[in-house]
């Protein structure tokens, strides 16, 4: 390894030309590029055997550098004591600093990438579980904000106008289920037998919905949709028939009944915001069953 360096023309004329350029280039791009040290920081090996070459190495140029050694030393050193020191703008050192800083995180990242990488999956995780529980948390609110079954009935959740002759008010009372003995089968269960009055079967349902029996509630609604649709064909059955029976869908986690309903409460009621609402809603949760 030690002793005279082969010399080649070829490479010292590239050096000259098309190398000196590149290098040119990279000093543009990297203002860290070429500076004394930096090899060492950026392949530390490839340094080392270099200095140990040039160290225990010579070549023509070292050769001919010899005999004006002494004269230049002389030059140099009298230009330096004419010329004032150029000292670098603050920006010029901030600049430096900065990008020293990220080429030493670079170089950080690059060897300590399992770490990182274990960092991000954590985090990831974290953000991924305060979404679902913020997903969570909303949806319970929406059914929540619900008509809940302890409250009155409005005057305009009911059509109150149909057989007014047979209907004297309104009655959503859970005792009007468990006193009235037509609501009971054989066996004294609970069991719904429509009134053939429309009003009065959503009342029932009501009734029942309140007493938690949601099946016979379900019943009871479609009795009321379906005499509403039969003793009034030109009107469109009461929006609370549809709302009441979505409500216990989404309550029983039955996504497609309510969906259906929905649909054909925006068939007779298509400016329903209420209804446009929940049909997106219960998308919504359909979709993140299925996943």
Same mark, same amino acid.
């Given at each position: 390894?030690?002793?005279?360096?082969?010399?080649?023309?070829?490479?010292?004329?590239?050096?000259?030309?098309?190398?000196?350029?590149?290098?040119?280039?990279?000093?543009?791009?990297?203002?860290?590029? @070429?500076?004394?040290?930096?090899? *060492?920081?950026?392949?530390?090996?490839?340094?080392?055997?270099?200095?140990?070459?040039? !160290?225990? /190495?010579?070549?023509?140029?070292?050769?001919?550098?010899?005999?004006?050694?002494?004269? /230049?030393?002389?030059?140099? /050193? %009298?230009?330096?004591?004419? !010329?004032?020191?150029?000292?670098?703008?603050?920006?010029?050192?901030?600049?430096?600093?900065?990008?020293?800083?990220?080429?030493?995180?670079?170089?950080?990242? #690059?060897? *300590?990438?399992?770490? #990182?990488?274990?960092?991000?999956?954590?985090?990831? @995780?974290? #953000?991924?579980?305060?979404?679902?529980?913020?997903?969570?948390?909303?949806?319970?609110?929406?059914?929540?904000?619900?008509?809940?079954?302890?409250? &009155?009935?409005?005057?305009?959740?009911?059509? /109150?106008?149909?057989?007014?002759?047979? *209907?004297?008010?309104?009655?959503? &009372?859970?005792?009007?289920?468990?006193? +009235?003995?037509? %609501?009971? +089968?054989?066996?004294?269960?609970?069991?719904?037998?429509?009134?053939?009055?429309?009003? +009065?079967?959503?009342?029932?349902?009501?009734?029942?919905?309140?007493?938690?029996?949601?099946?016979?509630?379900?019943? !009871?609604?479609?009795?009321?949709?379906?005499?509403?649709?039969?003793?009034?064909?030109?009107?469109? =059955?009461?929006?609370?028939?549809?709302?009441?029976?979505?409500?216990?869908?989404?309550? %029983?986690?039955?996504? %497609?009944?309510?969906? +259906?309903?929905?649909?054909?409460?925006?068939? *007779?009621? =298509?400016?329903?915001?209420?209804?446009?609402?929940?049909?997106?809603?219960?998308?919504?949760?359909?979709?993140?069953?299925?996943?």
């Amino acid at each position: 390894m030690a002793g005279f360096r082969k010399f080649s023309p070829n490479k010292s004329f590239k050096a000259r030309t098309s190398g000196r350029a590149t290098r040119s280039f990279k000093r543009a791009v990297n203002p860290l590029y @070429g500076k004394k040290g930096m090899g *060492y920081i950026t392949n530390p090996e490839r340094a080392i055997k270099n200095k140990i070459y040039h !160290a225990t /190495t010579f070549g023509v140029s070292d050769i001919s550098k010899m005999g004006s050694h002494k004269s /230049t030393k002389r030059r140099s /050193t %009298q230009r330096r004591r004419k !010329a004032t020191p150029s000292k670098r703008s603050s920006k010029e050192n901030t600049s430096l600093l900065i990008f020293g800083f990220f080429i030493v995180i670079a170089a950080i990242l #690059v060897k *300590y990438w399992y770490i #990182v990488l274990l960092i991000a999956l954590i985090i990831g @995780g974290i #953000v991924i579980y305060v979404l679902k529980k913020k997903k969570t948390s909303e949806s319970a609110e929406e059914e929540s904000h619900e008509v809940p079954i302890n409250v &009155s009935i409005e005057e305009n959740d009911i059509d /109150t106008t149909a057989n007014k002759s047979t *209907y004297k008010e309104p009655d959503d &009372s859970i005792e009007r289920v468990l006193n +009235d003995p037509s %609501q009971h +089968d054989a066996d004294g269960n609970l069991h719904f037998k429509s009134t053939s009055n429309y009003v +009065d079967d959503q009342m029932i349902g009501r009734s029942f919905e309140r007493n938690k029996d949601l099946n016979n509630a379900i019943l !009871a609604y479609h009795s009321a949709l379906n005499l509403s649709l039969k003793t009034e064909p030109d009107i469109a =059955p009461p929006p609370n028939i549809f709302s009441r029976l979505a409500i216990i869908y989404r309550r %029983q986690k039955d996504y %497609q009944k309510e969906l +259906d309903i929905l649909e054909k409460a925006l068939f *007779y009621h =298509p400016n329903d915001d209420k209804f446009i609402e929940r049909k997106k809603r219960v998308k919504e949760l359909m979709g993140t069953k299925e996943e």
